[in-house]
């Protein structure tokens, strides 16, 4: 049986064990094959993308998130979990979409590279997710509970050249049809299903059966 359609009828299972209706699950059955089948894979450029896992790994996972969105922090968990459970095959790596609205998103974002600097991007990424106070002395905060060196950190923050990275980030994840965050991209397909740990983990281990 062909990977996609086995994996739907798990789905389908679970949605009707969770209550969805008839509308809910056909838009979810729809979603699930447009996620496995787009028309075309987007080609994310990844050349200086902050990743973990092999680079010649199976599955490459891209997030495109935003420090101060609730989403991205719930999802957070478990992106944790499901990327460690697969870190000898998975790729992930993490993109900034600071949302307009979220008026901090971009400073967060800052601190993030600042502290890859350092060669702790992912610690920050990880603290700044689980940091209730984003305003520049919570940074500062949240730098010295990564053991980042502050003076380093605060010329880092100022460096005009990581608004760009930031700015160039949103503009590709723009020009890719991103329009909230977190969007997953698995191998290069827009993830549309439910944000939950059992499904975008079903979407990526499908994703390393048609490989």
């Not at 609730?70 to 968990?77: D, G, I, T, V």
């Not at 993490?94 to 971009?106: L, M, T």
């Not at 991103?178 to 499904?199: M, Q």
Request: charged letters at 30%.
């Amino acid at each position: 049986m062909d990977p996609t359609a086995r994996r739907l009828a798990g789905f389908l299972a679970r949605r009707v064990v969770a209550g969805d209706t008839d509308a809910q699950i056909a838009e979810g059955v729809a979603n699930r094959r447009r996620s496995a089948h787009p028309a075309r894979p987007a080609e994310i450029d990844l050349f200086e993308a902050h990743c973990r896992g092999p680079e010649d790994a199976a599955v490459t996972v891209v997030e495109f998130g935003d420090y101060q969105c609730p989403y991205c922090r719930n999802a957070e968990a478990f992106v944790e979990r499901i990327v460690d459970a697969r870190s000898d095959k998975l790729r992930f790596c993490f993109k900034q979409f600071p949302v307009r609205s979220h008026e901090r998103a971009v400073f967060a974002g800052l601190a993030a590279l600042a502290a890859a600097a350092q060669d702790k991007f992912w610690e920050m990424h990880r603290a700044l997710f689980a940091a209730s106070d984003l305003s520049d002395s919570g940074l500062e905060a949240v730098a010295r509970s990564v053991a980042l060196d502050l003076e380093r950190f605060r010329a880092a923050v100022a460096d005009e050249s990581l608004v760009e990275e930031i700015e160039a980030d949103k503009l590709e994840g723009q020009e890719l049809g991103v329009d909230r965050t977190p969007t997953f991209f698995v191998n290069g397909k827009r993830y549309y299903g439910p944000l939950t740990e059992v499904e975008l983990a079903d979407r990526i281990d499908e994703e390393f059966e048609v490989r």
